[in-house]
C-alpha cells in the first residue's frame, strides 16, 4: 500500500556532501514514522537516522549525528543530507516507514522499504 522510491546516491570523494531523497505514495503519512538505514556489503541494516512525521521526535546514529540530517521537505517527502562523508559511510542506503510509529531505531520495526539507493564514498 505505502510505496517508497529512494534517490540521490552516488559516487562522492571523502568529505563530500549528497543529499538523499525518500518520496512516498499510496498512503498518507499521516501518523508515520520513516527512517533512514544503510547496509554494506556482509554487514547488517544499521540505523542512519528517523524521524515522525509531526517532525517533533528526530534522532540521529552517533555514527552520524554530527555530519548528517533528516528532514521533512514535502508532505510526501524524507531527505537525508550527508556531510563530510568517510569511506565507511559506503552502504545500500534504504527508507523505511511504520504507520502509527515513534522514535524507532529497529529495522524490524519498520513495515514498509524501498529498493535502495547506492552511495559510494572513495579515499
Known amino acids: 500500500q505505502v510505496h517508497l522510491v529512494e534517490s540521490g546516491g552516488g559516487v562522492v570523494q571523502a568529505g563530500g556532501s549528497l543529499t538523499l531523497s525518500c518520496v512516498a505514495s499510496g498512503r498518507t503519512f499521516d501518523l508515520f514514522d520513516v527512517a533512514w538505514f544503510r547496509q554494506a556489503p556482509g554487514k547488517e541494516r544499521d540505523f542512519v537516522a528517523g524521524?515522525?512525521?509531526?517532525?517533533?521526535?528526530i534522532r540521529h546514529a552517533d555514527s552520524v549525528k554530527d555530519r548528517f540530517t533528516i528532514s521533512k521537505d514535502a508532505k510526501n517527502t524524507v531527505q537525508l543530507r550527508m556531510n563530510s562523508l568517510k569511506p565507511e559511510d559506503t552502504a545500500v542506503y534504504y527508507c523505511?516507514?511504520?504507520?502509527?510509529?515513534?522514535?524507532?531505531?529497529?529495522?524490524?520495526?519498520?513495515?514498509?522499504w524501498g529498493q535502495g539507493t547506492q552511495v559510494t564514498v572513495s579515499s
Open positions: 523505511a516507514a511504520v504507520q502509527y510509529g515513534l522514535g524507532h531505531r529497529r529495522s524490524n520495526e519498520y513495515q514498509y
Open positions: 524521524i515522525n512525521w509531526g517532525g517533533s521526535n
